[in-house]
């Protein structure tokens, strides 16, 4: 006989503690909405997610005043974004002139923003964060979602919410179980992630390197380089296939400086495989349900907004919700309202980030000998003003949110000792 489901009723269950989720659920606890975080894993330390925190995503930590406490932890700072095309090396974005408090990318290991996050939601007595906790199927009634089962270390859990928010990434069992219809963009490519050693003469501005059919990033982390080696969609097997000696040689064949370094990665359980999907829901929205971030529309890595874009649903999906989360009268015609208003931003920013794919990518990849400097690294190299358009769309992207939602408990301490909620 299976175990009765243990149950929790709150106002709103959000599955997935990863950007989104965990700052929608902060942003609800915050304005007093009782509300359940789930997520599947016991920690947040995964190795090669998304560590970039944009200027618009900082604007919002210091709307919320956690900037000067956020800085404080190990981060590094990217004012400039540099490209180098068949070893051409020229700013691409440069953040100086945006209208935001912080004017750079801040590099951070993703679980350490997400504990950050849970540390100040803890914080406020209308949040749970449940972990090890893993979404198998939502609860109905009629047409109306009005909840998920999970599985626990304990056994399995019903969480019974007025409202669902799948915030459970590209994945999403949210909205595979929601059933709700994908519209597929495409990807021409998959990404190779791994670490390299830095060395001070290195510099420490990220790169992105293209020439001779091949593209590699290079993020700076402090100590080491977080890389990223694109390949054609579908070719991983292809790659392995040649041998982990040829790897090494294409990354020093488009970055000869890592020469003495490649042998770091010693076996392929040092390269890790990130499958691109570019995709997006028709509809983000059932009656009692609501996705957001990579669940809602999964983003390609060019540009590295994907974070941005699920932190900026989160704000606008709190600002629209919470309040009516708050006295029982959040309606269809809400949650359809956020759809709406993060719809353009969303297929903007996937417009731009499949022409990248088709006209720079594709093409990159597809180089049989070096590549051409293009006339336009040239004008980014002598006009500074250009280089404010790339940094306007990575930095804040289409329709920056901001934070209009209330503090409920204005007198709280978020550097005191977490609320403890009652068994």
């Not at 700013?91 to 209208?99: E, K, N, T, V």
């Not at 350490?112 to 906790?133: C, G, H, I, Q, S």
């Not at 720079?360 to 004008?379: D, E, F, Y």
Request: aromatic letters at 6%; charged letters at 25%; a positive charge.
């Amino acid at each position: 006989m299976s175990a009765t489901p243990q149950a929790i009723h709150t106002k709103c269950c959000v599955v997935g503690g990863g950007p989104a989720g965990m700052v929608l659920g902060f942003l609800l606890a915050r304005a007093g909405v009782d509300v359940v975080v789930l997520e599947k894993h016991a920690d947040f330390l995964r190795d090669f997610r998304g560590d970039t925190i944009h200027p618009s995503t900082l604007e919002i930590v210091h709307e919320l005043g956690l900037l000067d406490d956020f800085l404080r932890r190990p981060h590094q700072e990217a004012p400039v974004l540099v490209g180098n095309v068949a070893g051409v090396e020229f700013p691409l974005a440069d953040f100086a002139s945006l209208p935001t408090t912080c004017k750079f990318i801040a590099l951070m290991p993703q679980w350490d923003f997400l504990n950050f996050v849970a540390e100040r939601a803890k914080k406020y007595p209308t949040f749970r964060l449940v972990m090890r906790a893993a979404v198998t199927d939502l609860l109905r009634d009629g047409e109306r979602v009005t909840g998920v089962r999970a599985t626990t270390p304990d056994g399995p859990l019903d969480v019974r919410a007025d409202l669902v928010v799948g915030a459970d990434g590209r994945h999403s069992i949210v909205r595979d179980r929601a059933g709700l219809p994908v519209r597929d963009l495409g990807a021409p490519m998959d990404v190779l992630w791994m670490r390299l050693s830095r060395r001070p003469e290195d510099g420490d501005h990220p790169v992105g390197r293209f020439d001779r059919g091949r593209i590699f990033i290079m993020i700076y982390r402090g100590d080491y380089w977080q890389c990223a080696f694109v390949i054609p969609k579908g070719s991983h097997a292809e790659v392995m296939a040649r041998g982990l000696d040829a790897f090494r040689a294409d990354i020093v064949g488009v970055a000869p400086m890592l020469a003495d370094r490649v042998s770091e990665l010693r076996s392929w359980d040092d390269v890790k495989l990130l499958t691109v999907k570019v995709d997006r829901l028709r509809k983000w929205w059932l009656p009692g349900l609501l996705c957001v971030g990579d669940a809602a529309h999964a983003m390609s890595p060019v540009g590295g907004v994907g974070i941005n874009l699920a932190i900026q649903d989160a704000v606008a999906a709190a600002n629209q919700l919470a309040e009516k989360l708050k006295t029982g009268t959040a309606t269809n015609n809400d949650l359809a309202a956020v759809q709406r208003r993060r719809t353009l931003p969303t297929q903007l920013t996937q417009w731009i980030q499949v022409q990248v794919q088709k006209r720079v990518i594709t093409r990159a990849l597809a180089a049989k000998g070096p590549l051409k400097v293009p006339s336009l690294v040239n004008l980014f190299r002598r006009f500074r003003i250009l280089r404010r358009i790339p940094a306007r769309l990575i930095g804040l992207g289409v329709r920056p949110e901001h934070v209009h939602t209330p503090d409920a408990f204005p007198h709280t301490r978020l550097d005191g000792p977490p609320h403890v909620p009652a068994s």
